[in-house]
């Protein structure tokens, strides 16, 4: 099924405008759709593209339970709660635009339980909360990707609980929090050719918890505080042609 050009729209929270149940290799482009998406576990190879969701509250404007989609050229905001929400793998973002307006633990983009995810060449922005957090999802990739958040204490890219997770030529920014956040379960972890920067006396721009993580050639830089911050807990760092 292909839809196209077409508009959808609900008022009432915890209801979508538009739900995948059991509905696989469908096509979606050209179209506005607020008020919340849902894909379901079993709804799995389909194509979202150059279209607009949007949310207003507790449903995300996106929520992923099913595996192997793509989000393409998406524009995806939500005014008070996390924008997208991702718990199932290898799905791909790819030059999208998602944007944030949330606070707690309300974030840009929540990836959990979701192993392979890619984010592309995208542009991620919560003013207020977290802008990107990986949990349980490994072997996650963020490529060519601006991630920000100006938060209070908030961190721009947060890793718990997934290994093998590569932050590959992307940009973070956080004005009172980390830039990269790369908790105690996020081993095997690389940042490479990326740059990372902070604005807090309190917090470094890239704080490493987590053991066997390689950081090559970035720039990390806080004017404030630390730049590079490492737990005693940490082992195995690597830390080479970097600047900080």
Not at 60 to 69: L, R
Not at 140 to 147: G, H, Q
Not at 201 to 213: C, I, K, M, Q, T
Request: proline share 2%.
């Amino acid at each position: 099924t292909t839809v196209s050009g077409s508009t959808m729209a609900v008022n009432k929270q915890g209801t979508y405008a538009l739900n995948f149940i059991r509905s696989s290799s469908n096509t979606v482009v050209g179209c506005v759709v607020s008020s919340g998406t849902s894909i379901d576990f079993f709804s799995r190879y389909n194509s979202l593209s150059a279209s607009s969701f949007t949310a207003y509250g507790v449903t995300p404007a996106i929520s992923v339970q099913g595996s192997s989609n793509s989000f393409i050229g998406l524009y995806m905001q939500n005014s008070a709660g996390t924008v997208v929400s991702v718990g199932a793998g290898y799905n791909v973002f790819s030059q999208d635009r998602i944007e944030g307006r949330g606070v707690g633990p309300n974030v840009a983009i929540a990836i959990s339980g979701a192993p392979g995810t890619l984010v592309d060449t995208s542009f991620i922005n919560n003013p207020n909360g977290d802008a990107l957090t990986i949990g349980s999802a490994n072997n996650t990739t963020i490529r060519l990707s601006t991630v920000t958040t100006s938060g209070s204490g908030r961190n721009a890219l947060y890793v718990n609980s997934a290994s093998s997770v590569t932050i590959d030529r992307s940009y973070a920014y956080s004005a009172s929090g980390s830039a990269i956040y790369l908790d105690s379960a996020a081993s095997y972890s690389t940042v490479t050719l990326s740059t990372a920067i902070a604005g807090s006396s309190g917090n470094p721009a890239l704080n490493l918890v987590g053991s066997r993580l390689a950081v090559d050639r970035s720039f990390i830089n806080n004017p404030l505080g630390d730049a590079i911050y490492v737990t005693a807990a940490a082992r195995f760092i690597l830390i080479d042609r970097s600047t900080a």
